[in-house]
C-alpha cells in the first residue's frame, strides 16, 4: 500500500524567508509527484509536479525529488503571508493519486 | 478552458437518506477521480472513471458508488447515510492515463 508521509506543522516562517515543506512515501512504484496548496475552505489547487531525480524551478517554487531515498520536497523562497496555506503532497501511479495528510504553511508580516 | 465544476456546492441530509453529487470534468478530459476530505483522515480516494468504466477504487465501503457518462461527466452516489459521511467531497479530472489531476470546487456534505 502507498503512503505519503508530511509533517503537519504548523510551519512557521517570517516573510521573505525560505519555507521547506518536506514529504515522504513508502512505494518505489510511484513515478510522479505534485504539490498541491489548499486555502482554507478551498480545493486543492495545483503548484507543481515532478517525475524526475532532481529539482525543478518554477518562479518562487523549486520541487525536489530523490527516488533512491523516496523524498519529495517543496522550497517556497521569499515567502509571503498570502502562501500560508495548507501543502499537500501526492505521489501518483495507475491513474490515483495518495496523498500525505498536509502540512500548514503560516507566514508572518 | 472552463475548469471542474461540481454541484451542488453544499448539503444537508440527514441519516439514512441519500445523495448524488455530479462532476463536470475540463472539457475533454476523459479521467475522473473523486475523493472524501475530513479533517482527520485527510484526503482519500474513492474511484476514478475513465471512458465511462471505473478503473481503480479505493477502500470505501459499497454505500459508495459512481458512474461516468459517456460526455465524462461523472456521478457519484451515497446511500444509507451515516454522520461519519459528512466531509468535502472533491472531483478532480485529467487528460490521460497517470496524468496531472486538477480539481473541482467540492461538495460540502452534512449529515445530521
Known amino acids: 500500500q502507498k503512503e505519503v508521509e508530511q509533517n503537519s506543522g504548523p510551519l512557521s516562517v517570517p516573510e521573505g524567508a525560505i519555507a521547506s515543506l518536506n514529504c515522504t512515501y513508502s512505494d518505489r512504484v510511484s513515478q510522479s509527484f505534485f504539490w498541491y496548496r489548499q486555502y482554507s475552505g478551498k480545493s486543492p489547487e495545483l503548484i507543481m509536479s515532478?517525475?524526475?531525480?532532481g529539482d525543478k524551478e518554477d518562479g518562487r517554487f523549486t520541487a525536489q525529488l530523490n527516488k533512491a531515498s523516496q523524498y519529495v520536497s517543496l522550497l517556497i523562497r521569499d515567502s509571503q503571508p498570502s502562501d500560508s496555506a495548507t501543502y499537500l503532497c501526492?505521489?501518483?501511479?495507475?491513474?490515483?493519486?495518495?496523498f500525505g495528510k498536509g502540512t500548514m504553511l503560516l507566514v508572518s508580516p | 478552458k472552463a475548469g471542474v465544476t461540481q454541484t451542488p456546492r453544499y448539503l444537508i441530509k440527514t441519516r439514512g437518506q441519500q445523495v448524488t453529487l455530479s462532476c463536470s470534468p475540463i472539457?475533454?478530459?476523459?479521467?475522473v477521480s473523486w475523493y472524501q476530505q475530513t479533517p482527520g483522515q485527510g484526503l482519500q480516494f474513492l474511484f476514478e472513471?475513465?471512458?465511462?468504466?471505473?478503473?481503480n477504487k479505493g477502500n470505501f465501503p459499497g454505500r459508495f458508488s459512481g458512474r461516468q457518462f459517456s460526455n465524462s461527466r461523472s456521478e457519484m452516489n451515497v446511500s444509507t447515510l451515516e454522520l461519519g459521511d459528512s466531509a468535502l467531497y472533491l472531483c478532480?479530472?485529467?487528460?490521460?492515463?497517470?496524468?496531472?489531476?486538477?480539481f473541482g470546487p467540492g461538495t460540502r456534505l452534512l449529515v445530521l
Open positions: 501526492a505521489g501518483g501511479g495507475y491513474s490515483t493519486l495518495t
Open positions: 472513471y475513465f471512458s465511462e468504466t471505473q478503473r
Open positions: 515532478i517525475y524526475s531525480n
Open positions: 478532480a479530472s485529467s487528460s490521460s492515463y497517470q496524468e496531472t489531476q486538477y
Open positions: 472539457s475533454g478530459h476523459r479521467s
